[in-house]
Each structure stands twice: as structure tokens, then as C-alpha cells.
């Protein structure tokens, strides 16, 4: 138990697009083809499989602050689920349980673009495969993109141009909110005190503050491009969807 759950893993460190990454990314790719599969089923086998993915996030989430605190790991300046995947794991569960369309529009925007990053470049280190980590990494950072793809593809929810505008607007402030809380306990949740202390994309942007506002053109980027497909929709069907 202790090579699966330690702290100090003695097997092989992550490899980034090694193996068992590409295979990580395979199986989410599988699972979110099979719920394809739902769209023409019941509207109670719908609710079902929601349920499940919902369960699956919130207990997965559980164990990851349950282990950290095994290891002593736990702490308010780096535990609090105040970064955005932390907390869309816990919304995005209440959004596939309730059909919460409002939570939807961040899922959409905020939760495939985020979570798609941590993805295709998880911040693991030393916990490859088979850790715990390596595993709590992948469904829960997969399920939230599996989650907005579950009631786009299978619910029939969709983003507006005002989606877009709204949770601009709301991250934006969340954004505001945060940089309060990282003052009063002495945290970096999303970022906004420092770059972060391992290597990533922030290293090749500008110092603090200004790297704050280059995040938000990518994010923007980001957004424009998950809207494409809509914005290809609609003009094919001769309309656009504001509201």
C-alpha cells in the first residue's frame, strides 16, 4: 500500500507523453465516446449516468484531501479548493445532478479549458504510474472535461455568445475574491500572488502583475475557440444564439 499511497514514490517518475499518459488520455477519450451512446437513451439512464460521474468526481476530490492530509500535506494555503478545477469538480458534480445550466456555461469555458491543460500537461513529478496521484490527476481533471462534454453531447446544453461574456465577467471577479483569501492566509490559488514554482507556461510570460493579464487573452483565445463549433452551427443554420 505504502508504493501506491506514499508520499515518497519509489517507482518511475511521470513521463510527460510517455506510455501510460497517452494511454491516460486514451481511456477519457474511450469513456467520452461511450457516453455518445446515451443521447437516444431514457431520460432516467440519462440521470443515472450523470449521478455516477457526479459520485465519481465528489468522492475522487474527498480521497485527494484525504491523502494529503495522511501524508501531512494538507494546509490552508495550498488545500482550500479555491483553484478553478478544485472548485468546478464540486459545481460541476451539483451541475450533472441538478442540470444547473449557469454552472454549465463555466463548465464549458472555464472547466474543458482548464482542465484539458492539466490534461495534456499534468503537474505529477515524482508520482507516475501506478500512484494514487497519477490516477486522482486524470478523473478529476478528466471527468470535469467529461462533465461539460456529458450535457453538451448527451443534455443538449449548449454556450451563448453571452455564456461567454458571463463568465468573463464572473471569473473576473471570482479572480478578485481569491486574490483576497491568498492575502489573508498567506496562499498563490490561481496564481495571482506569484508565478507558480514548477516549470510551466508561465515562465515565458511577462513578471507579476502583468502575466495576469496575458492569462486572460489566452483565456479569451481559449474561449473563442471552444465556441467555434457553435459559431459554425449557427451560421450554417442561418442563426446566432445571443441571450
Not at 13 to 37: D, P, R, S, W, Y
Request: one cysteine or more; hydrophobic letters at 55%.
Amino acid at each position: 500500500m505504502e508504493f501506491f499511497f506514499g508520499k515518497d514514490f519509489t517507482g518511475s517518475a511521470f513521463i510527460f507523453l510517455g506510455k501510460e499518459h497517452l494511454l491516460a488520455m486514451a481511456a477519457l477519450i474511450v469513456l467520452n465516446i461511450a457516453l455518445l451512446g446515451l443521447r437516444n437513451s431514457s431520460p432516467v439512464l440519462k440521470k443515472q449516468a450523470a449521478l455516477i460521474l457526479a459520485l465519481i468526481l465528489w468522492a475522487n476530490e474527498i480521497g485527494w484531501h484525504l491523502w494529503n492530509a495522511s501524508i501531512g500535506k494538507w494546509d490552508l494555503q495550498t488545500m482550500l479548493p479555491l483553484h478553478v478545477c478544485s472548485i468546478l469538480v464540486w459545481l460541476g458534480g451539483w451541475m450533472l445532478v441538478r442540470r444547473d445550466k449557469t454552472i454549465y456555461e463555466y463548465m464549458y469555458f472555464l472547466g474543458i479549458g482548464g482542465a484539458l491543460q492539466a490534461i495534456l500537461t499534468p503537474d505529477l513529478g515524482i508520482y507516475g504510474y501506478p500512484h494514487y496521484r497519477f490516477f486522482q490527476t486524470f478523473i478529476s481533471h478528466g471527468l470535469i472535461v467529461t462533465a461539460a462534454i456529458y450535457m453538451t453531447t448527451v443534455e443538449g446544453f449548449r454556450p451563448t455568445w453571452g455564456s461567454m461574456k458571463r463568465v468573463m465577467i464572473g471569473g473576473n471577479i471570482y479572480l478578485l475574491i481569491v486574490t483576497g483569501i491568498n492575502w489573508l492566509v498567506g496562499g498563490n490559488y490561481m496564481f495571482t500572488m506569484h508565478k507558480p514554482e514548477t516549470a510551466s507556461l508561465f515562465d515565458i510570460m511577462p513578471a507579476w502583475p502583468w502575466y495576469l493579464l496575458v492569462v486572460q487573452l489566452i483565456g479569451l483565445v481559449m474561449f473563442l475557440i471552444l465556441y467555434l463549433p457553435f459559431i459554425i452551427k449557427d451560421w450554417r443554420a442561418g442563426k446566432q444564439e445571443t441571450a
